[in-house]
């Protein structure tokens, strides 16, 4: 268990998890610091974390054609994944970030790892970080 105490912190974690890691599946509430995770993740692989920004809306954002980061919140289910041409791109990313990560059995992430985030406080959260 990991404590962060700023959006700082949350970053610099982003970007250690860049060196060894290829798929991250972040788990954890609104607000928590995934996509702040992410801006870190991005910086890790020589991306701008400026151009880092929450896919709530859009599904999925990529990056540089480096980094391709996914929200599956609003999805319901495995099909719409399909649909939404969600799994061909990421047959064509090497790393990959899936916030919300859902109906995720039916993908191949053998090699993902997860990063539970918990809001403990306003400015204080507790990561956990699962290698599968």
Request: charged letters at 25%; zero cysteines; a neutral charge.
């Amino acid at each position: 268990m990991i404590t962060i105490h700023s959006p700082e912190e949350m970053q610099a974690l982003g970007k250690s998890l860049a060196k060894d890691h290829k798929i991250l599946l972040l788990q954890g509430e609104l607000g928590s610091g995934k996509t702040t995770l992410t801006k870190g993740f991005a910086e890790g692989l020589w991306i701008d974390a400026k151009q880092v920004q929450s896919p709530t809306y859009t599904y999925l954002n990529t990056y540089e054609n480096k980094l391709l980061h996914i929200d599956m919140r609003r999805l319901n289910d495995h099909k719409e994944i399909i649909e939404k041409g969600i799994l061909d791109q990421m047959n064509e990313f090497e790393y990959i970030i899936i916030e919300w990560p859902k109906h995720t059995q039916h993908l191949w992430l053998s090699n993902a790892t997860i990063v539970d985030i918990k809001k403990t406080s306003p400015t204080t959260r507790e990561v956990s970080i699962i290698k599968q």
